[in-house]
């Protein structure tokens, strides 16, 4: 059966390469990397984002319409630092695409780019969903974005060299108004530092280390753990004694546990657009950062 399908995909790859176009087709593993390489290649990358800001980038299923996507991908590219470890690798293997595999110059894997926060000093599986490379929610940062972005366009220009001035010319209209808008955000954030959140998942530590929050407890008991009645107990008690100004929660997180705890210890819950369409204000990378700081500072009022 999966011979059969493999030879029904490369006919079908075939017939169709006559009308294929020249661009590079881009397998991105989270929508922040595909808006960030649709900024960079521009018309001559195709991208397609393996995930939407509606599911958790931890929990995906190796499907087959992401193995016939990886199949044909030209450059492969993911947060890393094990946040797909749980889908990526079968993904790649069963694509059988030797140019995109971890090593090849079609792999590209953003953590890398960053210095990584939250790096465990011990391993050990009791502490939940840790990652020995360190926190990988790496995007929440505009200043890893665009350190991701030097990089990415490098990478475009190695893997098409015919396209490379294409790619640096856009890298180089990109840069400068990435750099103006960060500015712009830490000036409208001046008024979150030092204030104190909660979070459901670890998914915000390169958020808070921007922008001075605090983060005084998490709604998981461990990382990847669903919150439970007793542990949501004991945050809302520990509150009591040190409060928080509000609680933070992906766009694809379930939000019984922040609605409950937001409920009882009267403070907001703030659903975070988290990544790129994670709310119909964050259509792109810059209205992403917008509707982030925005949404911290009407929670903060
Ligand atoms: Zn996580």
Not at 152 to 178: K, M, N, S, T
Request: charged residues 20%; glycine residues 6%.
């Amino acid at each position: 059966m999966k011979n059969i399908l493999k030879l029904l995909l490369s006919a079908a790859t075939l017939a169709f390469s006559p009308f294929a176009s020249a661009a590079l087709n881009v397998f991105a593993c989270e929508p922040e990397w595909g808006a960030l390489a649709q900024e960079l290649g521009g018309d001559h990358v195709t991208v397609y984002v393996a995930t939407s800001a509606l599911q958790d980038p931890h929990q995906i299923q190796a499907k087959p319409s992401l193995l016939a996507q990886a199949r044909r991908a030209d450059l492969v590219v993911c947060t890393g630092a094990e946040l797909e470890i749980g889908w990526l690798p079968i993904v790649l293997r069963q694509s059988g695409n030797s140019a995109v595999q971890p090593g090849k110059p079609g792999y590209f894997e953003a953590a890398n780019y960053v210095q990584k926060l939250e790096i465990p000093t011990r391993l050990d599986r009791a502490e939940g969903d840790v990652h020995a490379a360190g926190n990988p929610h790496i995007q929440t940062d505009p200043r890893n974005i665009g350190r991701v972005a030097t990089a990415l366009v490098q990478r475009l220009a190695d893997i098409d060299p015919a396209g490379a001035a294409y790619y640096q010319a856009r890298y180089r209209d990109f840069a400068p108004r990435w750099e103006t808008a960060i500015k712009r955000w830490e000036q409208q954030a001046a008024p979150l530092k030092g204030v104190t959140v909660v979070v459901q998942h670890k998914g915000f530590p390169y958020l808070e280390h921007w922008l001075g929050l605090r983060e005084v407890a998490a709604l998981e008991p461990k990382p990847g753990v669903e919150p439970t009645s007793a542990h949501l107990t004991e945050v809302l008690e520990q509150l009591q004694r040190e409060p928080a100004k509000m609680i933070l929660r992906a766009a694809y997180s379930d939000d019984r546990a922040s609605e409950w705890l937001a409920g009882r210890a009267k403070i907001p819950a703030v659903a975070l657009p988290y990544t790129v369409g994670g709310n119909d204000k964050a259509k792109d990378l810059f209205s992403l950062f917008d509707e982030t700081v925005q949404q911290l500072l009407g929670a903060l009022k």
